[in-house]
């Protein structure tokens, strides 16, 4: 059973910078693919992007390809988004999860946190 907790997530004004992090406990980290979603007020949760168990292979979302970037640190059992020159669209909760079967936007994750709350002013 994989314990997920994202952090990072605060308030930045349009064109600034967060990087999220996610503390993975209780699995084996260094063998799962790991995801980020996001979740705005309304809308049904969409995917950002998700990184494979090497790091080597990763995958985004059109909205966010260019600006953000998914790394892990598998020593530290641990995920990070950089995401760089926000936009107001951007803001959103934002969830890790993961699993064994694949890495991208059609896999399903097994484990999710419970999500950090990114917002981003005009």
């Known amino acids: 059973q994989v314990q997920l907790v994202e952090s990072g997530g605060g308030l930045v004004q349009a064109g600034g910078s967060l990087r999220l992090s996610c503390a993975a406990s209780g699995g084996p980290f260094s063998i799962h693919y790991m995801g980020w979603f996001r979740q705005a007020p309304g809308k049904e949760r969409e995917f950002v992007g998700a990184i494979s168990w090497t790091g080597v292979n990763t995958s985004y979302a059109d909205s966010v390809k260019g600006r953000f970037t998914a790394s892990r640190d598998n020593a530290k059992n641990t995920l990070y988004l950089q995401m760089n020159n926000l936009k107001p669209e951007d803001t959103a909760v934002y969830f890790c999860?993961?699993?064994?079967?694949?890495?991208?936007?059609?896999?399903?994750?097994?484990?999710w946190g419970r999500g950090t709350q990114v917002t981003v002013s005009s």
């Open positions: 999860a993961a699993t064994r079967r694949g890495y991208g936007p059609d896999v399903t994750y097994d484990y």
